[in-house]
T-cell receptor, first 111, second 115 residues
Framework: RKEVEQDPGPFNVPEGATVAFNCTYS??????FFWYRQDCRKEPKLLMS?????NEDGRFTAQLNRASQYISLLIRDSKLSDSATYLC????????????WGLGTSLAVNP | DTGVSQNPRHKITKRGQNVTFRCDPI?????LYWYRQTLGQGPEFLTY????????KSRLLSDRFSAERPKGSFSTLEIQRTEQGDSAMYLC?????????????FGPGTRLTVL
């Protein structure tokens, strides 16, 4: 079983739609969780951290469920510019704090 | 531009040749990571430095791969006797441990094509 698993999609949604991605992780000792965004042929960039209490940044909401070991990302009122790959990232327990990446979920927002 | 920089941005080489990539992290960041990403995959961890010390190497990093960070600033990743399977985007990231969540900042990557 992969340490971090995501549905690769693609998700094709119309502008204005609400779309949600889930990501599961296998290591219950994982410490920190993030969503990164990666545009085609570009480097990943941090979208948002995922806190135990959940967090919201504009149209984006991230949730963490430690009991079920998954995190989610909700995008409301999706824009064309939201089209990208969304990567779930988990920081492993241990001193090097390396990022463990999911394969990413591809989102295409259509006009 | 004070972000992470990587050179070259693109490299095309013939199988069997050696290649070397360079990464310049954000100046105050003492942690530096190398990742490899192939099409349709998330980045895979290769190795990690704290200052000049290489603290971990992935099993993905075969004997043909070597990374250095001699002065704790820039880092190089060398691949010897390249194989077609080495074709990928090689990403470098840096971070500063004092940050609350240790965000890693990525460079633009070096895209390697082995013919």
């Amino acid at each position: 079983r992969k340490e971090v698993e995501q549905d690769p999609g693609p998700f094709n949604v119309p502008e204005g739609a609400t779309v949600a991605f889930n990501c599961t992780y296998s290591n219950s000792a994982s410490q920190s969780f993030f969503w990164y965004r990666q545009d085609c042929r570009k480097e990943p960039k941090l979208l948002m951290s995922v806190y135990s209490s959940g967090n919201e940044d504009g149209r984006f909401t991230a949730q963490l469920n430690r009991a079920s070991q998954y995190i989610s990302l909700l995008i409301r009122d999706s824009k064309l510019s939201d089209s990208a790959t969304y990567l779930c990232v988990v920081i492993s327990a241990g001193n090097n704090r390396k990022l463990i990446w999911g394969l990413g979920t591809s989102l295409a927002v259509n006009p | 531009d004070t972000g992470v920089s990587q050179n070259p941005r693109h490299k095309i080489t013939k199988r069997g040749q050696n290649v070397t990539f360079r990464c310049d992290p954000i100046s105050e960041h003492n942690r530096l990571y190398w990742y490899r990403q192939t099409l349709g995959q998330g980045p895979e961890f290769l190795t990690y430095f704290q200052n000049e010390a290489q603290l971990e190497k992935s099993r993905l990093l075969s004997d043909r791969f070597s990374a250095e960070r001699p002065k704790g600033s820039f880092s190089t990743l060398e691949i010897q006797r390249t194989e077609q399977g080495d074709s990928a985007m090689y990403l470098c990231a840096s971070s500063f441990p004092g940050q609350a969540y240790n965000e890693q900042f990525f460079g633009p990557g070096t895209r390697l094509t082995v013919l």
